[in-house]
């Protein structure tokens, strides 16, 4: 038997209705504050993620899928977004021209890595980019779209974690890198290896190690909070400003770095202690180089990103609305089968949800079906109503059952459902 390889899910109909909650509410969340979605592809040249990730983090030494083209050029299956989103903004220079641009993104990534709770081999996120402008505003905003997507799929008990990890500047975080490497050099022997090979390169990634040794170094490690130039202090002292006044709390981790080197000032983690070691659902920051870096022109951007599965795993799927059947119908066979299939096409037509089984059986075996499809009315055809061009019309939650006119029945299921209306093709 054939099966799918580790670390990669299929996802079956029991598992939607709580998927379409949480990419539903995103979508709608990032629909409020004009944010457009833009399809990104599944693969991208190899250069793509070396040069936006950054060459020498994990994502890139370890955990891509990449392989080569008949051509002999390589290509990765995506492991993120964002590179993907710039890559598209920059070889499309009408929208690089723009004065700012806003776009969101859902869809699949792949990282070939050990599988564990949380952490797949191919995983979904959906995310949001922000380009044009260096205002705090905007690293608010993107915080807050977040913020509310996670109320609004009902998860409660995270923490909002907060850092600005500054510019490239002397006297910014290229004077706190020059101490920072200091502090780790005279600790070489402790670090790891993969943190011994950060150390020559990019010690400002030894923060983000997860190693137990390397964390607990780190909490002496002098802090960058102590290093921002007067610009990017401001910066960070605006995106906070907004933050309260919008009365989202957040904690401040002045070694919060992330592990890409794209980031520049604002970075930040969504956190809940239910994921075990893989704690953050979502994160994201600000990355003013990165357009530049592609070809484009200078261009200051905020975004990201944030993993459905590891949603869903805090959020549960207990109280998740169901989509649902909204019409069974159930039928004797012969002229009310026939009558069945008629008003399954009006129903459907009317944008109300209809299934019926043509080989029927019993009528017990049909409401079974009924229960199983989690049908929220019940027609049935029997050959009485057949006869009078009528049937049985039952309410799956309240038990009641009344007989009335087929052609009236579109017309009350409609009138019955709460929700019709919001994606059921209403008038």
Known sequence: MLTNPPGIEDIFPDRMDAWSRVIGAAREV??????????????????????????ETDIVTKEMF???????????????????????????????????????YCGPMFRAERPQKGRLRQFNQFGAEFFGSPDPYYDYEIIAMMHAISRR??????????????????????????????????????????????????????????????????????????????????????????????????????????????????????????????????????????????????TPAVGFAAGVERMLLVAGAADAPGSGLDVYLVHAGGEALRQALELARTLREAGISADLDPQGKSFKNQLKKADRESARFTVIIGEDEAAGRACSLKNMATGEQEKIPAQMCAAMIRKALPDYGKGHGSD
Do not use: W
Request: hydrophobic share 30%; charged share 25%.
């Open 30 to 55: 990032f629909r409020l504050s004009n944010y457009r979605e833009i399809i990104i592809p599944v693969m991208e040249y190899t250069e793509v993620f070396a040069r936006g990730l950054g060459d």
């Open 153 to 298: 799929v009902g998860i409660e008990d995270f923490a909002l974690l907060l850092n600005s990890i500054g510019c490239g500047s002397p006297d910014c975080r290229g004077g706190y890198v020059v101490r920072l490497k200091s502090y780790f050099e005279e600790r070489r022997g402790e670090l790891c290896e993969d943190c011994r090979r950060r150390l020559e390169k990019n010690p400002l990634r030894i923060l983000d190690c997860k190693q137990e040794g390397c964390a607990s170094l780190k909490k002496g490690a002098p802090s960058i909070a102590d290093h921002l130039c007067a610009a990017c202090r401001g910066h960070y002292a605006g995106v906070k400003e907004h933050l309260n006044a919008a009365s989202i709390q957040y904690r401040e981790d002045p070694f919060l770095v992330r592990g890409l080197d794209y980031y520049t000032r604002t970075t930040f983690e969504f956190v809940t202690d239910r994921l075990g070691g893989q704690n953050a659902f979502a994160a994201g920051g600000r990355y003013d180089s990165l357009v530049e870096s592609f070809g484009g022109r200078p």
């Open 66 to 104: 990449t392989f080569e083209d008949r051509g002999g050029r390589s290509l990765t299956l995506r492991p993120e977004g964002t590179a993907s989103v710039v890559r598209a903004y920059v070889s499309n220079g009408d929208y690089n021209r723009l004065s700012s641009a806003k776009f969101y």
